[in-house]
C-alpha cells in the first residue's frame, strides 16, 4: 500500500489540496483517506467524501500523540479490509511529522506500507511569519518531505515567491516545489514565474536573515499552545448573513485567539456552504456534496466557549432545536 502525507500548519490547505488529489485519480485506482481532526466533530471528512474514496475519520485528537494507538490499528483495518493501492493521510495541523514517521515506520506496519511520500502545504500569503513563530515545527517539514506544496500563491508576488523557495532551499534542496492555488498546481513552475519577473527587470526579493537563521533551530519541534477547540452541530438552517458576521467577528478576536474556524452549513434556498477562517482570512465555496448536519469547529487558544456557542446559536434560524456543542478537549 502507498501511503502518501499531506501534512501542514493550521489552515494551509491540506483538505483542498487532498480534494484536488482525489479529482485527479485514475479511475481505476482504489483509495483511502484517513483524515485526522483535533476537534471532536469532523468537518474534513464529510467533504472528502463522495470522491470515489474510502474516507475514514480519527476525530478528537491528534494521531502523532493521544491517538497513536487508534492510528496503528485503523491503518492495519484499511489495508485488510479495504485493501487499498494508496492510503491518503491528512494529519491534524498541530501534528509533529517526526512523531508520524515513527507510528509509520513501526515495525507492525512493515508489511502493509510499501512507500511512504510526504507533501508538505505551506501558506504563501503568511509563510515567512510562520516560519518565523515557529521555526523548529515548520523545518522539521520541510526537512523531510519529498513534495513541498506553496498553497494561496495568488496572496504573494512573484518576488516573494522567490524569497519562499529560497528559505525552503536552506532546509529542503531535493524536494519538488509545487506551486497552488485554491490546492491546484499552476500551470507555470517556479522557475517559469521567476524567469518572467527578471524577464521583466525585476529581480527576486533579497534574501533576510535575522530570524530565519537559527542553526539549531530544526532540533526542536513545535511548542505546542495550549490549543483548545469548540465544535459544534445542528440539523436546522443557519442564516448565512449571521454566519458571515460570526466569523468576521472571530477574526478580530471577540471570542479569544481564533488560530482557525471553518463549517460547513446549510443556508436558505437548500444550499450548503463552506466557510473558513485561516490567516485573518475568510473563504467561502459552494462544495458539490450534500451533507445532513451543520458543523463548526474552532480552533484556538484562550476561547470563550459559551459565547461561541451563544453567538453559534443566534445563527439557527430555528433556535429552538437541539444543537449538540462539544467543547472538552484541550491540549
Given amino acids: 500500500m502507498y501511503v502518501e502525507v499531506i501534512n501542514g500548519l493550521l489552515g494551509a ?19 483511502a483517506v484517513l483524515v485526522n ?24 485528537g491528534c494521531i502523532c500523540c493521544t491517538l497513536k494507538v487508534n492510528l496503528l490499528n485503523q491503518i492495519k483495518i484499511i489495508a485488510e479490509d479495504y485493501q487499498p493501492d494508496r492510503l491518503l493521510i491528512e ?21 502493509y506500507l510499501d512507500r511512504i511520500m510526504i507533501h508538505v502545504v505551506v501558506d504563501a500569503s503568511i509563510f515567512r511569519e510562520i516560519i518565523g513563530q ?22 504573494v508576488s512573484a518576488g516573494e515567491l522567490a524569497e519562499i523557495r529560497k528559505i525552503i532551499r536552506r532546509y529542503n534542496a531535493e524536494g519538488q516545489i509545487v506551486l497552488a492555488v485554491y490546492g491546484r498546481p499552476l ?31 530544526h532540533e526542536h519541534e ?36 481564533v488560530e482557525r ?3 460547513i452549513f446549510h443556508v436558505s434556498g437548500n444550499q450548503w456552504i463552506r466557510i473558513d477562517l485561516a490567516a485573518y482570512q475568510i473563504m467561502e465555496e459552494t462544495p458539490t456534496n450534500v451533507f445532513t448536519t451543520s458543523k463548526l469547529m474552532v480552533i484556538g487558544t484562550g476561547l ?28
Fill in 13 to 31: 490547505g491540506k483538505t483542498t489540496v487532498l480534494l484536488n488529489m482525489l479529482e485527479q485519480k485514475k479511475n481505476t485506482e482504489k483509495v
Fill in 37 to 60: 481532526e483535533f476537534g471532536e466533530i469532523g468537518i474534513d471528512g464529510d467533504l472528502l467524501g463522495g470522491q470515489g474514496a474510502d474516507v475514514v475519520e480519527l476525530p478528537n
Fill in 91 to 111: 494529519p491534524t495541523g498541530v501534528a509533529t511529522i517526526k512523531n508520524l514517521m515513527s507510528i509509520l515506520n513501526s515495525l507492525s506496519l512493515e508489511k
Fill in 134 to 155: 515557529n521555526i523548529g515545527f515548520v523545518i522539521n517539514q520541510l526537512e523531510m518531505a519529498q513534495v513541498i506544496i506553496v498553497n494561496k500563491c495568488d496572496k
Fill in 187 to 217: 500551470d507555470q513552475g517556479i522557475d517559469l514565474i521567476l524567469q518572467e519577473q527578471h524577464n521583466r527587470g525585476h529581480g527576486p526579493m533579497p534574501e533576510h536573515g535575522g530570524q530565519h537563521d537559527h542553526p539549531h533551530a
Fill in 222 to 257: 513545535l511548542p505546542l499552545k495550549d490549543y483548545e477547540q469548540f465544535s459544534s452541530a445542528s440539523s436546522r438552517l443557519c442564516d448565512l448573513a449571521e454566519l458571515r458576521q460570526f466569523f468576521a467577528e472571530m477574526s478580530h478576536g471577540d471570542y479569544g485567539s
Fill in 261 to 263: 474556524a471553518k463549517g
Fill in 304 to 331: 470563550k466557549k459559551d459565547a461561541l456557542g451563544h453567538r453559534f446559536n443566534q445563527c439557527l434560524i430555528a433556535q429552538e432545536s437541539g444543537v449538540r456543542s462539544q467543547n472538552k478537549r484541550t491540549v
